[in-house]
């Protein structure tokens, strides 16, 4: 952590980056925070304001065990394809798909309407197919692989096509368009130590310090600052001891390259 600026007479301009972090080794999303620099320790607990936020959305939408499942019957039999963690724009997900249809009948295709944002899949004469959800495969394998079953079909627009029979020749296009979003928001989650003395005026759970909407591309730069101050009362030593933990939207740590920028400003004022 790196002190930027004193802001007399108690205050105190602070950032947390995770390219700093202690140890290079740990995850650019779940990371032991440095060491605090305060020049005036004389009090203990301070109103903390976020100030800025800056996330690179390097952010992956393919996460092993959680969005990357693919499930579907085909005249009667049961087709499962895992795909590799990583994110995907349109044409690698497609071309992903139709390798897997290749697999099971070539004649099965996947095309993008650009325009429309929505995946259609051709199904040939004498083919039944099915698109697996939550509901056919509760008594299948881990609530977990259900869950990856369902964001998956969510992310190419087909939650709401599954578990209906399609029957060839014909060609279903996705009742929604195509999200290729992760998440929708990450959490910045202080994570470890006296959680009891974080108490803030957005706080989604004992450790939420601020919540981030993600509303850019792959490869661009989130910018957040909130538009009503986002304050939290916290004791020094709390922000000594504790791992900055960033959640996607439904809690788990966040996946991408460990290179991904992570930067947090903040104010610290006396209380």
Known sequence: MQVVEAVPPTGISCWINNRDRSNIYESAFDFTMPPLQLSDTSSQSYTLLVKQVLLKNYLYNVVASESDVLSIIVNGVTYDNIFEPGYYDTTMIS???QSFLN????AITIAYDSQESRFAFTIPN????????????QSRNTYQY??????FLEMIGFQQNANKDFVGPTITVGDDPVNLYGTSFVDVNFNGASFPTIHSNQRRNMRTLVRIPITT????LEVFEPGVPITSVIEIDTLEKVRIT????????????????FAMNFLLVST
Do not use: C, H, Y
């Not at 259900?146 to 964001?151: F, G, M, S, T, V």
């Not at 996607?248 to 920028?261: F, H, I, Q, Y």
């Open 95 to 97: 071309n992903s798909i």
């Open 103 to 106: 697999t099971i009948n070539p």
């Open 126 to 137: 004498g083919v039944t197919l099915k698109f697996l959800g939550f509901s056919s495969i």
């Open 146 to 151: 259900q869950n990856a079953i369902d964001r």
């Open 217 to 220: 591309n792959f490869g661009e």
């Open 246 to 261: 960033l959640t996607n939207e439904w809690g788990s740590v966040l996946a991408g390259p460990t290179t991904t920028t």
